[in-house]
């Protein structure tokens, strides 16, 4: 796990929900946004030197997401399930699985895991509209 980043507790937060609620975790390879691990990595060189998350992609010629979640309503139509509750605070996800099918009964999100490395990472995410968290 990133330290940039709260992906793993964010993991953690849902795999403690599941174990009460009972679900379904999808695995999708869509590192960085979409932009794969090398150019991650790039990202991660250009944050470092004061750019955030989004205008570091966009220095590397990527947009603010390039993420396809068409795959997952696949997957998920595949399991017999086209209408689930989804965990998370990322509103392209619920917005584009939607889009393919699958309806959303509630959305339940996770909590802001701040952290020493990832407070500007969060709050970019928020001020780009690309996440749903509570950081001031």
Same mark, same amino acid.
């Given at each position: !796990? *990133? *330290?940039?980043?709260?992906?793993g ?6 795999? $403690?929900?599941? #174990?009460?609620? &009972? ?10 946004? #979409?932009?794969? /691990? ?11 030197? &004061?750019?955030? $998350? ?6 590397? &010629?990527?947009?603010?997401? /390039?993420?396809?979640? *068409? ?7 595949? /399991? #017999? ?5 989804? %965990? $998370? ?11 393919? &099918? %699958?309806? %959303?009964?509630?959305?339940? #999100? $996770?909590?802001?895991? %701040? ?10 995410k928020? *001020? !780009?509209? !690309? !996440?749903? /968290?509570?950081?001031k």
């Open positions: !796990h *990133s *330290s940039r980043c709260d992906c507790e964010q993991l953690d937060e849902t795999i $403690t929900k599941m #174990g009460e609620l &009972g679900g379904v975790l999808l695995y999708l390879r869509q590192e960085g946004r #979409g932009i794969g /691990l090398y150019n991650k990595i790039d990202a991660y060189k250009l944050q470092s030197e &004061g750019m955030n $998350t989004y205008e570091a992609n966009n220095h590397l &010629g990527f947009p603010d997401d /390039l993420r396809d979640f *068409s795959e997952a309503a696949q997957m998920l139509k595949a /399991l #017999g399930l086209e209408e689930i509750r989804l %965990i $998370t605070n990322n509103p392209k996800k619920i917005r584009e699985l939607e889009e393919n &099918g %699958i309806k %959303i009964a509630e959305v339940v #999100g $996770t909590k802001a895991h %701040i952290k020493d490395g990832n407070e500007n990472y969060l709050k970019a928020v *001020s !780009h509209g !690309h !996440h749903r /968290l509570d950081v």
